[in-house]
T-cell receptor, first 115, second 111 residues
Framework: SAVISQKPSRDICQRGTSLTIQCQVDSQVTMMFWYRQQPGQSLTLIATANQGSEATYESGFVIDKFPISRPNLTFSTLTVSNMSPEDSSIYLC????????????FGPGTRLTVL | GQNIDQPTEMTATEGAIVQINCTYQTSGFNGLFWYQQHAGEAPTFLSYNVLDGLEEKGRFSSFLSRSKGYSYLLLKELQMKDSASYLCAVRATDSWGKLQFGAGTQVVVTP
């Protein structure tokens, strides 16, 4: 499996501000995804980060609120815009690295608290 | 769409066996995954089933029945460190690798 890092690991932000989360992989991967995990909940897919094109968002998530970039096959960013306390969550990136099973591996996550 | 059900919590004693069931409904099935997640940490991959039957990996085994839309994760010789949330996730055929996660089962291992 790949080594996945995320920055920052945690942050406390003020309402109305924006935070950009970075996800870096140590090898080229075909697919990268962004998930949200709210306190006590399971994982919810936000979007698929597509290399060289606009991300594909799941129902309930929009580009204006969660802009995503993926400039190459090893890096992606997720921005949480105009934050509110409801955005307090853990944000995780994941990647597909095993072509035989398409297993997803997760980064360590970014714990975001919005005051 | 997909609907994935698993129990909320299970408690077992150190050294015992616990079986976590997962039922799913999906329009086109293309694999079932189990992940372990300790509190405050990211999910880690445990097992993958795409064909019917049992996959064994040390103390952990996972079973799949596609006709019944059913899987279980079997944890043997439980250790305290196995206390965690166990997530069942299903991939659909038209999902481009995306996973739909169940709510997770919190396993509590007691001495």
């Amino acid at each position: 499996s790949a080594v996945i890092s995320q920055k920052p690991s945690r942050d406390i932000c003020q309402r109305g501000t924006s935070l950009t989360i970075q996800c870096q992989v140590d090898s080229q991967v075909t697919m990268m995804f962004w998930y949200r995990q709210q306190p006590g909940q399971s994982l919810t897919l936000i979007a698929t980060a597509n290399q060289g094109s606009e991300a594909t968002y799941e129902s309930g998530f929009v580009i204006d609120k969660f802009p995503i970039s993926r400039p190459n096959l090893t890096f992606s960013t997720l921005t949480v815009s105009n934050m509110s306390p409801e955005d307090s969550s853990i944000y995780l990136c994941s990647v597909l690295t095993d072509p035989s099973t398409d297993t997803q591996y997760f980064g360590p996550g970014t714990r975001l608290t919005v005051l | 769409g997909q609907n994935i059900d698993q129990p909320t919590e299970m408690t077992a004693t150190e050294g015992a066996i616990v079986q976590i069931n997962c039922t799913y409904q999906t329009s086109g099935f293309n694999g079932l995954f189990w992940y372990q997640q300790h509190a405050g940490e990211a999910p880690t991959f445990l097992s993958y089933n795409v064909l019917d039957g049992l996959e064994e990996k040390g103390r952990f085994s996972s079973f799949l029945s596609r006709s019944k839309g059913y899987s279980y994760l079997l944890l043997k010789e439980l250790q305290m460190k196995d206390s965690a949330s166990y997530l069942c996730a299903v991939r659909a055929t038209d999902s481009w690798g995306k996973l739909q996660f169940g709510a997770g089962t919190q396993v509590v291992v007691t001495p």
